[in-house]
């Protein structure tokens, strides 16, 4: 059983509300660049609160991990005021936004298991970008789930992922 998951937040947790998985979430970030603005574009994506609960009560930890151009102090922020905002903030043991490149991910995925006393084999990264979320995680050696989405799908190595998953509460099935 995996005693440590770590979520992405965007296209994860939440989405747009006006384009879902049919477009990148990356857009709201740059059409609202406030915040505060873009956040009221954003919803969470039905069944995370019901997941995250049955996740917790099991005992796992639960750690977000979003990738963030901004500065890091301003960046964690963000990420706090967020999951504050979705009322999600007493599920996560630690919520990070990671540096703005694709090895990011890994990087802290390491250091977090590591600091928590865990293995990579106890460890699992649930994300919606294969090169953001699901390459990070298996190029350090941990499992990943990459949900299955429009805008991944013209990524040219998302066919060959094996592990995907339609909904965020179909994890529950690969702890």
Do not use: C
């Not at 994860?12 to 477009?23: A, I, S, V």
């Not at 999951?83 to 250091?111: C, P």
């Not at 298991?113 to 941990?142: C, H, N, Q, T």
Request: aromatic share 10%; net charge positive.
């Amino acid at each position: 059983m995996k005693k440590i998951i770590f979520f992405d937040a965007d296209g994860t947790l939440w989405y747009p509300r006006q384009t879902k998985y049919n477009k990148h979430p990356v857009w709201v970030y740059r059409q609202y660049p406030n915040p505060h603005l873009a956040r009221k574009q954003i919803m969470l994506i039905p069944g995370v609160i019901q997941t995250l609960r049955k996740l917790k009560k099991k005992g796992i930890k639960l750690i977000i991990l979003s990738t963030n151009p901004r500065e890091p102090k301003e960046a964690n922020a963000i990420m706090q005021d967020s999951v504050k905002h979705f009322g999600i903030k007493d599920f996560f043991e630690e919520v990070h936004a990671t540096r703005d490149y694709h090895e990011s991910k890994g990087e802290f995925i390491l250091e977090i298991i590591k600091k928590l006393g865990f293995s990579k084999k106890d460890a699992l990264m649930v994300g919606d970008s294969y090169e953001w979320d699901y390459k990070p995680a298996r190029d350090v050696g941990v499992d990943a789930l990459l949900i299955e989405n429009s805008y991944e799908k013209i990524h040219p190595n998302t066919n060959k992922v094996k592990r995907k998953i339609r909904k965020l509460s179909d994890v529950l099935k690969f702890i």
